[in-house]
């Protein structure tokens, strides 16, 4: 296990990157085909900290599952099919599995089940989805009257319900209709679903009754189990975002990422890089399964300041750490606003990206849903923690590939929850080729 990380200044950078199943996706092939009535295979599936945890309490709640690698095999057990867990169920540091299973265990019918995970994922609010879950008549509470992991869920008969979601997240969408899904009911989400759509792409392709009117969803309960869906897991633009931005801020550097994701309610860095002025190239662009993939192809461009804001945010939100990067290398200033969100994250996003940001020698200032950077000053390498983020730890590395002198990254294992080859592809770009 990597615990630091020393990168140097790369003389140039070059190669062709498969980049890791993307772990939205990848987590929700494990949790709604275990709801399905078949036995699905999955590939290209992420095998990072994150969706292991998801597999795990999958297991522990009785649902096979097989896992090679990059292979997953689920034997489904339908909506209802779920078993009570012998133990406490332990989601590591993974939001995802967290928030989405205890959508799915609201509506498991007198199971009792208690999530947990690491000290990062305890601190973290859990209010967002337990207020909302509440509306739908789960039984459900924890820490700070629910706002804090452990949480503890009685499974119980919901009701059919219309709810306004005040903020665009997925996890809080996924959630409801998740929990609506397990219990049976009928559900209506509208104000802020804009968040990312994967769950609505796959229930969709499962056979459920689902449908988006001008941003208004409304789920019906299927007349039948879920249908098994076998797929191969797109790229993850998250972890694509690096590479662009490495290739675009590195003077001498031209990357391609094969076969990533292209959902809308991803592309925001894509888009924020094209408006900033990144010399990017989309090639093969196609369909796998309900999601456009496409090869990105980028290349050593001449970056400008922009003003990150509003509707782009829900699409970026992950990004925006090494976004942060690709403004500091970038010719004038850089504002980012709206993006409170930050401060829920694996650490509080804007202290900790500011932080690291000043150290290296960029000028910025830290908002509060938000930071003002002002760029165009070389870095210098520096001692840097990732905090246990694994976002921040690759962040620092793509930093440090045009950094003058050495940087060190602490706790640089944490690349593990999302990006296990992080490491090794980083020495495979930077050799002399």
């Known amino acids: 296990m990597v615990h630091r990380q020393t990168i140097v200044p790369a003389a140039r950078l070059r190669g062709i990157i498969e980049v890791p199943g993307d772990k939205s996706i990848s987590h929700r092939a494990v949790l709604l085909n275990a709801l399905a009535a078949g036995t699905p295979q999955n590939s290209h599936f992420l095998a990072g900290a994150d969706c292991l945890s998801t597999i795990a309490c999958m297991q522990a709640l009785g649902v096979s599952i097989t896992q090679h690698g990059e292979h997953v095999r689920v034997v489904g057990h339908g909506l209802r099919g779920l078993h009570e867990a012998g133990d406490i169920l332990d989601c590591g540091n993974s939001g995802t599995t967290l928030r989405l299973l205890a959508g799915i265990l609201t509506g ?4 009792f089940s208690v999530l947990t995970g690491d000290g990062s994922l305890r601190s973290r609010p859990q209010r967002r989805i337990v207020e909302p879950l509440r509306a739908l008549g789960a039984q459900i509470d924890g820490r700070d ?3 804090r992991a452990p949480l503890a869920i009685r499974g119980a008969q919901l009701n059919e319900a219309a709810y306004t979601l005040p ?3 997925a996890q809080v ?3 409801l209709l998740l929990a609506a899904l397990s219990s049976g009911v009928a559900i209506t989400l509208d104000g802020r679903t804009d968040g990312r759509d994967h769950t609505e792409r796959m ?10 009117d001008g941003g208004t969803i409304r789920l019906e309960p299927p007349g039948a189990d879920l249908q098994p869906l076998s797929l191969r897991v797109p790229g993850d633009p998250s972890s694509a975002t690096f590479w662009w931005v490495a290739a675009a801020i590195h003077p001498d550097a031209e990357l391609t990422t094969t ?16 408006m900033m002025g990144a010399d990017l190239e989309i090639r093969n662009q196609r369909l796998e399964g309900s999601e456009p993939v496409a090869d990105v192809t980028v290349r050593s461009s001449q970056l400008r300041g922009v003003v990150i804001e509003g509707a782009i945010i829900p699409r970026l939100i992950d990004e925006l750490p090494v976004l942060a990067v690709a403004a500091a290398c970038a010719a004038g200033d850089t504002l980012i606003r709206d993006a409170q969100e930050l401060r829920a994250k694996e650490t509080d ?13 960029v000028e910025v200032e830290p908002t509060a849903d938000g930071m003002g950077i002002s760029g165009g000053r070389r870095m210098h390498g520096v001692p840097l923690s990732s905090h246990g983020d694994h976002r921040l730890a690759m962040a620092w590395a793509i930093a440090g590939l045009v950094a003058e002198g050495y940087t060190s990254i602490d706790d640089a294992a944490a690349v593990d929850v999302s990006y296990p080859g992080f490491w090794e592809t980083i020495t495979r770009i930077t050799a002399d080729n």
């Open 259 to 274: 076969g990533v994701g292209l959902n809308p309610s991803r592309s925001g860095a894509l888009d924020t890089l094209r």
């Open 108 to 111: 498991q019918i007198g199971r």
């Open 173 to 175: 969408k996924s959630a």
């Open 203 to 212: 229930l969709i392709a499962m056979g459920v009754p689902l449908t988006n």
């Open 349 to 361: 996003r804007i202290t900790t990206v500011t932080d690291g940001l000043q150290a290296l020698g």
């Open 167 to 169: 903020i665009a997240s």
């Open 145 to 147: 009257n629910g706002d």
